[in-house]
């Protein structure tokens, strides 16, 4: 089904860019970006105490696909996303991630670089380590839609991480 404009276009031909937002909804995503800052600050002191070198791609980049990059003890890369959540991390079957994260993601895993998925729940922070799509398929549910009504964005596809393979994020192990 397509939804018409008031001018009678479809919101097929209309990025998300270009939706017009309401004051309300400017505000809301506004409160959003700083929260979610807020919280990005937080999570990369914890990453700073455990790899020798961290990049935050969003100081760089806002619209980064991922929220850091860092150099693990051996050597090698690492990518990292934080997700920041109003609800505990078992309240749903999964939690989800944008479908281009996950797609980039694919991506740098044929490159050997793995993802570390963070997501910051009312019951604590929450990690899943992506780093063998054939052995981890049956860790996403694929082919869902969503998007923030109240911030005015349209649905897009996600995927979501099942709740069961989050691990408990433990300062010094994970």
Known sequence: MTTKTNKGKSLKTYSRATLRKTPFQKEFRQQNRTKGR???????????????EVIDNNEIDRFALKDATCLEIDGSISDHELKSRNCNHNSFVGLMIGNDKYKHSLDRLKEGIPTYYYFDCKD???????????????????????????????????????????????????
């Open 38 to 52: 807020v919280a990005e600050l937080e999570w990369l002191e914890l990453l700073r105490e455990k790899y020798p």
């Open 124 to 174: 604590g922070l929450y990690c899943f380590k992506f780093n063998n799509f054939e052995k981890q398929r049956e860790c996403f549910i694929f082919g869902g839609m969503n998007g923030n009504i109240k911030g005015g964005e349209l649905a897009k596809p996600v995927v979501d991480i099942k709740a069961e393979y989050l691990m408990p994020f433990v300062k010094g192990i994970n």
